[in-house]
C-alpha cells in the first residue's frame, strides 16, 4: 500500500517585516537622539542671541522672538540710520573668543543687507576681532579726513564694539606709493592721522579714551600685493582691533 505524500511547508513571504521593523525602530530611535540634541543646541543658540541683542543695545522685552531663533541663524543687528547715536554704557563685558566670532557674523550680515560689504572687512585672528575700514568708503585719497557721508555707517560699526571693556587699537595703513604733501610729508603721517580721526571720532561716542589707541604703519604691514591695483587697495585701510586677553596682555 503506497504512502500518502506529505505537504510540503509554504514558504513564509512576510519575513521581511520583522527586518522592516527593526530598521524602523532604529530609525525613530535616531531621530529622537537628533531632537534631544537640537534642543539642546536652541537653548545655546538662545542664549547666544539673547547676548547679541545686550551688546547692540536693542532691548525689547514685548517684542516676540524673532523667527531665526527657530532656524539656529544668527541675528542681523538692524541699521541705526534711524537712530539716535550709541551712549555709553557701564559694566562693560569682555569680549571672548566666541563674542569675537558672533561679533564677526552679525556685523557681516549687517554689511550684506545694508549693500556696504566692499567699504568694511572683519575677520577674527589671534589678536582679537579686527574691522578693516577701507579707504574708499571713508576717505578721500591723500586724506585723513572722514568723508560726512560714512559716519554713519562708522557709527553702526563702532557701536557694536561699546559694550566691551577690551581694549581698542586703532591702526592706519597706505599702499607703497609715495606720498608727500605739505600736511603729510609720508605715508606715516597720512597713516597716523587717519587712525587719530578716528579714534577722536570714536572718543565722541563716548567711548573710554583710556580703551583706545592710534598708531600708524605707513605701507610697512600690507595686507595685499603692492604690485597690484586690488592688493594696494586692500592695503588703504584703518583697522580697528578690539583685543583679545592674550594679546592685550602685552598692551602697556
Not at 580703551?211 to 610697512?220: D, F, K, M, P, V
Not at 600685493?225 to 592688493?231: H, I, L, Q, V
Request: charge should be neutral; glycine fraction near 8%.
Amino acid at each position: 500500500m503506497a504512502r500518502k505524500k506529505e505537504h510540503e511547508k509554504e514558504p513564509n513571504h512576510e519575513r521581511w517585516l520583522v527586518s522592516y521593523a527593526d530598521f524602523i525602530t532604529l530609525l525613530f530611535a535616531v531621530f529622537v537622539t537628533l531632537y534631544a540634541m537640537s534642543q539642546t543646541d536652541k537653548q545655546k543658540v538662545e542664549q547666544v542671541v539673547a547676548s547679541m541683542s545686550t551688546y547692540f543695545g536693542f532691548q525689547n522685552s514685548n517684542a516676540p522672538k524673532p523667527a531665526v531663533l527657530e532656524m539656529g541663524a544668527i541675528n542681523i543687528i538692524p541699521s541705526l540710520s534711524k537712530g539716535p547715536p550709541p551712549v555709553k554704557r557701564h559694566g562693560k563685558s569682555r569680549a571672548t573668543d566666541q563674542d569675537f566670532r558672533s561679533l564677526k557674523a552679525s556685523i557681516q550680515a549687517f554689511l550684506m543687507k545694508s549693500g556696504a560689504g566692499d567699504q568694511i572687512g572683519v575677520q577674527v585672528n589671534q589678536r582679537g576681532l579686527v574691522i578693516s575700514l577701507k579707504e574708499s568708503g571713508f576717505f578721500d585719497p591723500g586724506s585723513a579726513l572722514l568723508k560726512p557721508a560714512s559716519l554713519q555707517l562708522l557709527n553702526d560699526v563702532v557701536g557694536s564694539l561699546s559694550s566691551y571693556s577690551n581694549a581698542i587699537r586703532i591702526e592706519g595703513h597706505t599702499d607703497n606709493l609715495p606720498m608727500s604733501t605739505g600736511a603729510y610729508p609720508s605715508n606715516w603721517e597720512l597713516s597716523t592721522a587717519r587712525a587719530t580721526n578716528v579714534l577722536r571720532y570714536m572718543i565722541k561716542q563716548d567711548f573710554d579714551p583710556a580703551q583706545l589707541s592710534a598708531t600708524g604703519y605707513g605701507e610697512y604691514r600690507p595686507a595685499g600685493d603692492n604690485g597690484t591695483p586690488e592688493g594696494r587697495s586692500k592695503n588703504r585701510r584703518v583697522d580697528l582691533v578690539l583685543l583679545s586677553e592674550t594679546s592685550e596682555a602685552f598692551e602697556p
